[in-house]
């Protein structure tokens, strides 16, 4: 309920400065901080006021922002789809990719836990009219994001490799490593509930291709993890270790703890899924999984001795 003032209640303890793009600012800010998505709202349409007396596209877009966390911290994703249109309708007055963008991201939050997966690919179909309008790199990440989200809980396996090759599409024409790495998550949900284990591979390769253009920790791990669900899979212990072995090959450029665990987790299954292992195999096997192991172990006690935000030294280059 809001005071006798009118104003939401956040509003009442902010000092609001003379200048009405920096009072702009200060609602936006205050609604970055607000959890509650109608305080959120009341405060996008108290910088709405602001732009109807001064009609900015600067104030436009402080309420853009506004509204979009309105959308990420409500809870109806209806609701959300219509605070996305209330964008849409500044962006009609004031044309700008920078207003495109939010409406792309409340869009995006729209989809969010969404059930339906149709209705996931819809909003990331209304992004990429967006992206026709203003093809930006920044649009296009949120369309490829929202593509990877369909791909969450679609139950087609070939839809969801379908789904992957549009956000590949979109990296063809905005090279940047942010969408090879959702092309590479989407490829990897690709492989849930794939019967063949040899297309399963063949996922993986595409990754694999991904990574050489773009080579992240982020996109080798989502190949680590292809590799990985693959060894769960075959019944072939010599698979199983030629599969490990690409993890290890990863490992070699993405020191990451993640990844080494994958690999000793690949290698376990190769001696789970190798009948009639004789003594020497079966122990060189588990001298391998003690290794990897133990390269895990200790990049976590690296990790974290580091201070936060230091970055890990760089590998030396061959």
């Known amino acids: 309920m809001k005071p006798p003032s009118g104003k939401p209640p956040t509003v009442l303890s902010l000092a609001l400065p003379d200048n009405p793009l920096e009072r702009a600012g ?49 809870s109806d994703a209806r609701k959300r789809e219509v605070v996305a249109g209330r ?6 007055r004031y044309n700008t990719p920078e207003i495109a963008l939010e409406q792309a991201d409340a869009l995006l939050n729209t989809a969010v836990d969404e ?23 920044e649009i296009a990440l949120v369309q490829a994001e929202a593509l990877r989200n369909a791909t969450v809980g679609e139950p087609d396996p070939r839809k969801r490799e379908v789904l992957a090759d549009r956000i590949g599409e979109l990296l063809n024409r905005h090279k940047t490593s942010e969408i090879a790495l959702e092309e590479a998550k989407a490829l990897y949900h690709a492989i849930i509930g794939e019967p063949d284990t040899r297309k399963c591979e063949a996922l993986a390769d595409r990754i694999s291709e991904l990574l050489k253009r773009y080579n992240t920790a982020e996109t080798a791990l989502e190949q680590a993890g292809v590799l990985y669900h693959i060894t769960s899979r075959v019944r072939d212990g010599r698979r199983c270790e030629a599969l490990a072995d690409q993890i290890g090959e990863l490992l070699k450029w993405n020191t990451t703890p993640e990844i080494a665990l994958l690999q000793a987790k690949a290698l376990r299954n190769a001696i789970a899924h190798t009948s009639l292992l004789s003594p020497r195999r079966r122990m060189s096997l588990a001298g391998r999984v003690i290794s990897a192991e133990r390269v895990h172990q200790e990049m976590c006690r690296q990790a974290a001795s580091r201070t936060p935000g230091e970055a890990a030294p760089p590998e030396p280059r061959q």
Not at 87 to 92: A, C, S, Y
């Open 87 to 92: 964008i849409g309708e500044l962006l009609k």
């Open 26 to 74: 200060t609602l936006l800010a205050a609604s970055a901080r607000d959890l509650d998505p109608q305080r959120c709202e009341a405060l996008a349409e108290l910088i709405g006021e602001l732009l109807e007396r001064y009609n900015t596209p600067e104030i436009a877009l402080a309420q853009a922002k506004a509204l979009v966390n309105v959308t990420a911290r409500e």
């Open 115 to 137: 059930p339906d997966a149709l209705w996931r690919e819809a909003m990331a179909d209304r992004i990429g009219e967006l992206l026709k309008h203003h093809n930006t790199p």
